[in-house]
């Protein structure tokens, strides 16, 4: 049992360490803001996987349980809104989208529901209730990353549908 929860926790970190290579990378090559503020938003918050996956790792590696208290996540959900709403003076000055950055906005999506998949499937399959939390709290965190990845897609070939999508204004009479 040990060796499978080790291997597994191995796989993740090994998941983490690929996500947060891919954004470093992507964030150097970023031609637009939103993208690179994005691809750094993303990196930090696979650093902040990577380093409580790394703590439980040693943790069940010494002791040979699962810890009962768990590593906090250090995501900050309002990071990515304050990514969106300071993008909007750079999409007033900016003619045309950079398809390179779209391209690695759609790849760094297929990390992020890769990365959600595994380890929504490992809660499943686990019974500690600490060790489920753990899997449940990273999946949920992988979907949040989706979502923003989606939204920031969406903001670079339709920036006026993404922000009437958000305003939710009322048409005067």
């Not at 090994?14 to 939103?34: C, D, N, V």
Request: net charge negative; proline share 2%; with cysteine.
């Amino acid at each position: 049992m040990l060796d499978v929860r080790l291997n597994a926790l191995k796989k993740a970190m090994q998941l983490e360490k690929e996500g947060m290579a891919f954004y470093e990378a992507s964030r150097e090559k970023a031609t637009s803001q939103i993208g690179r503020n994005m691809f750094e938003y993303l990196r930090k918050s696979e650093e902040g996987h990577m380093r409580r996956i790394r703590e439980i790792y040693h943790s069940l590696e010494q002791s040979g349980n699962w810890p009962e208290s768990q590593p906090v996540s250090d995501t900050d959900e309002a990071t990515y809104k304050t990514i969106f709403s300071e993008a909007m003076a750079e999409l007033k000055q900016q003619n045309t989208v950079n398809a390179d950055d779209i391209e690695a906005l759609q790849q760094a999506a297929t990390f992020e529901k890769n990365g959600e998949s595994f380890y929504a499937k490992r809660a499943d399959e686990v019974t500690d209730l600490f060790e489920k939390n753990f899997y449940t709290q990273l999946a949920h965190e992988e979907f949040h990353h989706l979502k923003a990845i989606q939204d920031s897609i969406q903001m670079l070939e339709d920036p006026q549908g993404f922000f009437a999508d958000r305003e939710h204004g009322t048409l005067a009479c």
